[in-house]
């Protein structure tokens, strides 16, 4: 990916924005909880979008994800080699040891929230586990690169960086899936700069304070490429092996990152 214009800076909201940013990602945060809480063995992807949307209308937002592009559900929820982009379906039924990704967004006010985690439905196998856990660290980790006068790419590094830790760190192997990244956020769920979860530092559009990314690692346990259901939607690896991904939006402040969809009570 070219950048053009290497003293372009992604743009800035306001404290007060970033605030109504929090508050919409604060019910993404709910969302999540509440799914991860009720999901159990025998019930549907179908059943968790239900959960989801619902506590999304009760606080008064919208799911930002039910028509965006044609997509049908409220989430997008990815079983076991299923990278992103499922869509939830009464034909798939949760099992034991099932990994599963939520990812979720809410509007409030016109600002977007969005967020992602992975979960277990009881005991994950080992290597899932180690896949899950190592995820959730490269995004802790990759996210402190979110502060004023970075470059985009920086953030793009660390988390690259951070997976090659990972691995040591949990003892897995861990391969970047290819082509699919962060990116901008705001009044739009999609708004530029594209994130790379790879990528040589000191690149891109300069990172100043306000700036807001929605930084979402996606880790696989044995290939970084990916093929898409003929839905358009569905993301899975080639070779069946599963992933985790992990997202939080994040702004940067003088005080450094400020994830505005924390999952706190």
């Not at 985690?117 to 290597?127: M, T, V």
Request: hydrophobic share 40%.
């Amino acid at each position: 990916m070219a950048f053009r214009k290497k003293t372009k800076k992604i743009h800035a909201k306001t404290p007060g924005e970033l605030d109504a940013m929090e508050a919409s990602g604060r019910i993404v945060a709910r969302a999540l909880q509440t799914v991860r809480a009720e999901a159990k063995e025998g019930m549907t992807t179908l059943d968790l979008d239900k959960i989801a949307e619902e506590v999304i209308r009760d606080a008064g937002a919208i799911p930002s994800f039910l028509g965006y592009g044609g997509f049908p559900g409220s989430i997008c929820a990815s079983v076991n080699e299923v990278v992103v982009h499922g869509i939830p379906s009464e034909d798939v039924v949760l099992r034991p040891g099932d990994l599963v990704s939520i990812d979720c967004g809410a509007t409030l006010d016109g600002w977007v929230g969005d967020s992602a985690w992975s979960f277990g439905i009881g005991e994950l196998s080992e290597d899932a586990d180690k896949l899950n856990r190592a995820t959730e660290w490269v995004l802790l980790e990759g996210l402190k690169a979110m502060v004023p006068g970075n470059r985009l790419t920086d953030v793009s590094h660390a988390l690259e960086v951070a997976t090659n830790e990972a691995e040591l760190k949990f003892d897995v192997d861990l391969h970047i899936i290819d082509g699919y990244g962060g990116h901008g956020i705001g009044r739009e769920m999609h708004e530029p700069p594209y994130l790379a979860n790879e990528g040589r530092g000191g690149r891109g559009p300069e990172i100043q304070e306000g700036s807001v990314l929605a930084i979402e690692p996606m880790l696989a346990l044995g290939t970084e490429d990916t093929v898409v259901l003929e839905d358009e939607w569905t993301v899975l690896t080639v070779d069946g092996s599963w992933a985790a991904h992990w997202e939080h939006t994040v702004a940067a402040t003088a005080a450094g990152p400020r994830i505005l969809t924390p999952r706190t009570a």
